[in-house]
């Protein structure tokens, strides 16, 4: 019933965001639909980014915007990437959350006509996420990569490359708690 009305990868996505795979999955009707909801906001962000027009070079620069995105994109390729290997797969499903977010926002922050270094960083951020939730489903990922414009399968792509350097952060913020409250950071 759960596939006929939401579809297969709705079904694998909850399935694999519910909890771990030693533990039995509990059905509920809010967590298909919240898994549907996910399936259909990454549907609208993966055409919006379609929708902007980015060099199809490389730029030599990055503004912070720009680093930004492309910082959240190889932090989530490498969270995933980590915990695919050790079969913790409700661990992605969470990585591609905060991924999926901060694209989200980073789009809403954007102008109507984004300069090509945030363009061209929003783009490999969407190749890379469609890459991410590909194996967990691979229905949506083929439609989306379809809808960024490559001719290939996502299925025949390799996994992306990660560029160490977008890891290091430069700033570290501590909260500073007193007698247990939080008062700044």
Known sequence: DIIAAYGADTARWFMLSDSPPERDVIWTEEGVQGAWRFVQRLWRLIGEISDIKAPATRPAQFGDAALAVRKAAHKALSNVSDDIARLRFNRCVAHIYECANALGDAIGSAETAPAPDFAWALREAADILV??????????????????????LVSAEAWPRLEADLLVEDTETLPVQINGKKRGE
Request: proline fraction near 9%; aromatic fraction near 10%; charge should be neutral.
């Open 131 to 152: 890459r991410l939730f590909h194996p967990m489903m691979p229905h949506l990922a083929e439609e989306c990569w379809a809808a960024l414009g490559h001719k290939t």
